[in-house]
């Protein structure tokens, strides 16, 4: 049997896709042996943007270092796989199978979510393969998130925090914050990047102390900026407790990178001495960390091939505000060329609101539907969006058809020197385009 056809089966034993709860999941880990209680030392990482770009760079300088990391994330572009790595591989084909397989046994068709019981197939298979670390991703908030059943992990972590999923997490940006931050644990350090706000920053800082884990916030324990100016080719400085060190650019394009780039780095001195991670592991996972769909750009595929000399293709998965405003304040360094954007977003998400950022950035926008998601905006539903913040919006009916198009308006004279496009809006539409052209 394949494992389309186990996650299928697995997607039914509920009827609410996110139905927030410890129990269940606890009751069949119970049965299973808690193999949640049987793994290397974890870092556990919560918030709303740069939570994937994070534990990326973490397991960049693990790897780098020559340790090996059993990750944990959600969700995946392509394939499923994507979402359990066992020591530094993406886990098999038939290793997924048979611990899904498992958990659906020892379930015995009771109520389970499928992220559940998906995040109980992670932790079997972590449990039975040896490693030196342990990187858990939340998949949606914090103190009940399926991924929050290990009881003393090694290290937490908590990204920027942002208006996202309201309706599971609450309405204000705090209660969101005060979710997220469930995740931390007696006596267990939480590595905080810096927040929007004093008011969030200290709801975080409130709740460390009512749970009594020691808090080393960005800002207060350490710091990061960048160095170097038009002359000089940039790099990072990083000042923890006692020295600044200097590093090079993560490879990962954007200067939000950068921040994510720290967290990760305040991570790994807090792991010490525990764990023997130098300064030029560092570097070299600095130089070497992968994220797809994280301002990637598109050289090969259907879609490159369909642009002409001069012409860039960029694909990032940014779906909420925030990441649209950080995706924004990067085109500000596209300004030598035109920048066009294809849209695609689900219905739960305000695509106007997203979209604000890019007012007046944008010579064009190609409104398309997310093949195969049911919640999918339609073309007509994105490019209406696009049309009351006043842009030159246009469907497509595809995403290729998309690219197609806007070719053909710089062949009538629009753009000769060439000009980027922007692919964003859904995780989704990026995966999808992924499949084609990753």
């Known amino acids: 049997m394949s494992t389309d056809q186990i996650l299928a089966r697995l997607l039914t034993l509920h009827p609410k896709v996110i139905d927030l709860s410890l129990e269940r999941l606890q009751r069949l880990l119970a049965q ?84 559940e019981i998906t995040t109980a197939a992670a932790f079997l298979a972590f449990s039975r393969s040896p490693a030196d670390i342990v990187i858990l991703e939340t998949g949606l908030g914090g103190r009940l998130d ?60 409130d709740h460390a102390k009512k749970v009594g884990a020691p808090l080393l916030a960005e800002g207060k ?19 923890g407790e006692t020295v600044e060190r200097t590093f090079p650019m993560p490879r990962l394009a954007g200067r ?41 750009r598109l050289t090969k595929g259907p879609l490159a ?26 085109s500000r360094g596209w300004r030598d060329r035109p920048l066009w954007m294809v849209f695609g977003a689900l219905k739960q998400r305000d695509p106007v609101v997203f979209l604000k950022p890019f007012e007046a950035k944008l010579t064009g926008l190609r409104g398309v539907v997310i093949p195969g998601e049911e919640n999918s905006l339609s073309a007509t539903e994105a490019t209406a969006a696009a049309r009351t913040l006043r842009m030159d919006a246009q469907e497509a009916d595809s995403v290729l058809g998309a690219v197609r198009d806007i070719m053909d308006q710089a062949k009538d004279g629009a753009c000769p020197a060439g000009g980027r496009i922007l692919i964003c809006g859904s995780l989704y539409l990026a995966g999808h385009v992924l499949r084609d052209n990753g």
């Open 305 to 330: 091939a369909a642009l002409k000399p001069g012409w860039e293709l960029w694909l990032d998965g940014a779906h909420n505000a925030a990441a649209a405003e950080m995706l924004a304040q990067h």
């Open 221 to 239: 324990r350490w710091f990061s900026r960048v160095s170097g100016g038009r002359s000089d080719e940039p790099k990072m400085v990083f000042q």
């Open 146 to 205: 399926a991924t929050n059943v290990v009881d003393r992990p090694r290290l937490t972590c908590i990204t920027p925090v942002s208006l996202d999923h309201q309706h599971y997490l609450g309405d204000s940006v705090e209660t969101i914050m005060d979710e997220k931050a469930g995740i931390l644990k007696p006596g267990v350090p939480c590595i905080a990047a810096q927040q929007s706000s004093r008011k969030l920053e200290k709801v975080l800082a």
């Open 32 to 115: 299973l042996g808690n193999p949640q209680d049987h793994l290397a030392p974890v870092v556990h990482v919560a918030g709303t943007n740069g939570k994937g770009s994070t534990v990326a760079f973490l397991r960049a300088f693990v790897e780098a270092a020559g340790l090996r990391a059993h990750v944990y994330t959600s969700p995946h572009l392509v394939k499923f796989n994507e979402r359990i790595r066992v020591s530094g591989q993406l886990i098999s084909d038939d290793d997924l199978n048979a611990v899904l397989e498992e958990c659906e046994r020892v379930n015995q068709g009771l109520p389970i979510t499928f992220f």
């Open 256 to 296: 939000h990178q950068m921040r994510n780039a720290a967290l990760a780095i305040a991570c790994i001195d807090a792991l010490k001495p525990d764990f023997k991670i130098s300064d030029a592991a560092i570097t070299l996972g600095l130089n070497t960390v992968e994220w797809p769909a994280r301002l990637q």
